[in-house]
């Protein structure tokens, strides 16, 4: 089994308190019956979550963040040590004292990445993003796809982590869309700086990418109106934005493309999809 990670293993023999399984190994484990859990049959294969704490617990629940990963978790509890947050799991993830960069109350929510403390053998949260993520040999370019959880607000745009591995900015300049700060989302680089830190968009950089992003935005829009949007590349930006997420340059570039396929048409008021389109 991987530690700390969602492991399938196979049903060997199903009891009143619950099931043993078999990892890869043919090792047998322990899966304590829970609430809301299976049934299960002997031969079925069962996803399990394993960590620590100090001993084996083996849960087949799903933690919102695994070990080495990190998630936006909500300050369940406080004491004078640290603070417990909620990753999941029934018994909650401990964050030490010392491990926390900010002042928090219950109801917070915070990002916290997963680790294993060798001394204890349990794992724990760290607030402290800079020690866990990669400023160096970063495998990225530009016009890169990634994987983003938005965790902060700052007057310059939105911090994110990059696939669990690295940090970037939105800046507000290049947020045409609502985020939800800690709520995983795509998004694409725009630069690596040389510092290690990555700026980043939510829409495919280039002409073509932005396009056909922009444009398939655009026809789901309309289709979902029943054909007919009341906005057009005379309405006002904010208008666009509100509505579509886009600029309204990026409006009248996708708009214009989608006239010359001949999938629009357009009205005083607004656009409607052509038979074409439609059919």
Known sequence: ??????????????????YYLLDAGDKTVFL???????????GQEVEVFNYTNPKLVLTAKTPNATLEEFGFLKVTRMSDQGVWVDWGLEEELFVPDEELVQDLVVGDYCLVFVYKDEATNKFLGSQRVDDFVFFDEIDLKKEDQVNLLPYRETPLGVNAIVNNLHKGLIFRSDIHKPISIGKKIKGYVKQVREDGNID??????????????????ILNR?????GYMGINDKSDPFIIKEKLGMSKNAFKRAVGSLYKQKKIEFYKDGIRLTQEAKS
């Open 1 to 18: 089994m991987k530690e700390g990670k969602v492991n399938k293993l196979k049903v060997a023999e199903v009891s009143d308190k619950g």
């Open 200 to 217: 980043l968009v939510l829409e495919p950089i280039g002409y073509r990418g932005s396009i056909s992003s922009a444009t398939q935005t």
């Open 222 to 226: 309309i289709h979902d109106e029943g």
């Open 32 to 42: 304590p019956q829970e609430k809301d859990m299976g049934p299960f049959v002997k």
